[in-house]
């Protein structure tokens, strides 16, 4: 990756030492959710250190944190890589996600002000559709399922799905060249929002659970390809 790419991550809010190993995880995750670092990139000790302004030692404190995660894996005498995902890779974060995002749809209040941002979430992501913007169509999706998971209301629930919005990222990466690739997307999280706004509940459900396994084989074609 280029030094653009590091010079990006801002070392704003890194200084309360007593958290700085768990707030490097953090903003690394981000990137990693956000796409900014792929799958099987090289995490450069020196620049990260220099960037964030931080020990080598809290570094590597951080990274013990995303690897236990799943995100980043240590190979000997070459450095630490962020993971590339297999097949049960995909399949773990699928079933973490119909327990999460299900429970979310079967359980959580839904306030008319939140039914009205999962729908601006989507009016964005066909805006960016139209406009055949990948990244925009992308990120809309994880805002989208974010804020599903946000109306339980739980801080374990929240720092649970930025794990599994992460390694969802790193899921998709191998499709998300490919602009048909988010368009279902798009319309399966239109439907979903359509639904709950209806208070259909049951039908919500449904339509998730549909749309995971839909997701989920997908991915292991597209892996197993």
Sequence with gaps: MTDVMWSSLSPKGLSEHAQ??????????????????????????VELTRQLDISRH????????????????????RGVFVHQPTAEDIAEVYRVRRVLEV??????AFPAEELEHLHRIVSAAELA???????????????FHRTLA??????MIDALMEQVLAR?????????????FHHAYIDRNRELARLLALGDRHAAEIHLL????AAEAELL????G
């Design 20 to 45: 700085v190993p768990e707030r490097v995880a953090e903003l690394l995750r981000g990137a990693i959710s956000a796409g900014t670092i792929r799958p099987g990139t090289k995490l450069p000790e």
């Design 221 to 224: 074609e597209h892996l197993g």
């Design 129 to 143: 559709r139209e406009r055949g913007d990948i990244p925009a169509m992308a990120q809309a999706n994880q805002v």
């Design 58 to 77: 809290t570094l590597r404190s951080g990274f013990q944190i995303l690897a236990s995660e799943g995100l980043v894996e240590r190979h000997p005498n």
């Design 150 to 155: 946000a109306q339980v209301r739980s801080a």
């Design 210 to 213: 549909r749309y995971l396994d």
């Design 103 to 108: 429970g979310a749809v079967r359980t959580a």
């Design 168 to 180: 969802m990222r790193l899921a998709f990466y191998a499709k998300s060249e490919q602009p048909s």
